[in-house]
């Protein structure tokens, strides 16, 4: 099964996800099959949190791709900020 979820990356104390679609039994910061976008939670200044490609994620979930839960917020959450923007 495809899942939608968040690979770890950054330096001690300093986390930086990507939101990529990897098989469900891969490692977490492991072989992945595309990446979707990226989580900055400590993001400063004119530096962007969330930076996600809403129609790729689509296609996935269209394909039978499960979001994990922190990924659904952040989605969701990206959703809601770019529609408020428009």
Same mark, same amino acid.
């Given at each position: 099964?495809?899942?939608? #979820?968040?690979?770890?990356?950054?330096?001690?104390?300093?986390?930086? &996800?990507?939101? @990529? +679609?990897?098989? !469900?039994?891969? #490692?977490?910061?492991?072989?992945?099959?595309?990446?979707?976008?990226? &989580?900055?939670? @400590? +993001?400063?200044? !004119?530096?962007?949190?969330?930076?996600?490609?809403?129609?790729?994620?689509?296609?996935?979930?269209?394909?039978? +791709?499960?979001? !994990?839960?922190?990924?659904?917020?952040?989605?969701?959450?990206?959703?809601?900020?770019?529609?408020?923007?428009?």
């Amino acid at each position: 099964m495809v899942t939608i #979820r968040l690979s770890r990356g950054g330096a001690k104390k300093q986390p930086f &996800y990507h939101v @990529v +679609a990897t098989d !469900s039994r891969a #490692r977490r910061d492991g072989r992945y099959i595309e990446r979707l976008g990226y &989580y900055n939670p @400590v +993001a400063r200044g !004119s530096a962007t949190e969330v930076l996600v490609d809403l129609e790729r994620v689509d296609y996935w979930i269209g394909v039978g +791709a499960q979001m !994990s839960d922190s990924v659904k917020k952040i989605v969701k959450d990206h959703r809601k900020a770019t529609a408020a923007a428009a």
